[in-house]
């Protein structure tokens, strides 16, 4: 069976920081393109991070440019999210997912697979 597995939410302060990882079983994500996405209450599900899995090039929504760094580790078969600076408005369910296929946009509809999301909350 093929999951995607998200750990490293939590309860952190403005300025803070959390790395999130999300662990794939039953596939390799070396050929897999990957994202983090997330959904706060009474919002849509938007794209924070994505990479490509054919040249790592990675694209940032620009509420999260210079703050999120998204990485891979091929060995661990993980991807991680790295949030440095956190704000009140990060305060989200954060999930990793990968595509089949082509991916045109860091955006939910292109992705197939999808992890059971961890919960991120950034409040004083």
């Known amino acids: 069976q093929v999951h995607l597995v998200e750990s490293g939410g939590g309860l952190v302060q403005p300025g803070g920081s959390l790395r999130l990882s999300c662990s794939a079983s039953g596939f390799t994500l070396d050929y897999s393109p990957i994202g983090w996405f997330r959904q706060a209450p009474g919002k849509e599900r938007e794209g924070v991070s994505c990479?490509?899995?054919?040249?790592?090039?990675?694209y940032y929504v620009d509420s999260v440019k210079d703050r999120f760094t998204i990485s891979k580790d091929n060995a661990k078969n993980t991807v991680y999210l790295q949030m440095n600076s956190l704000k009140p408005e990060d305060t989200a369910v954060y999930y990793c997912?990968?595509?089949?296929?082509?991916?045109?946009?860091?955006?939910?509809?292109?992705?197939?697979?999808w992890g059971q999301g961890t919960q991120v909350n950034v409040f004083s």
């Open positions: 990479i490509s899995s054919s040249d790592g090039s990675t």
């Open positions: 997912a990968a595509a089949l296929g082509t991916v045109v946009t860091c955006s939910p509809k292109w992705y197939d697979i």
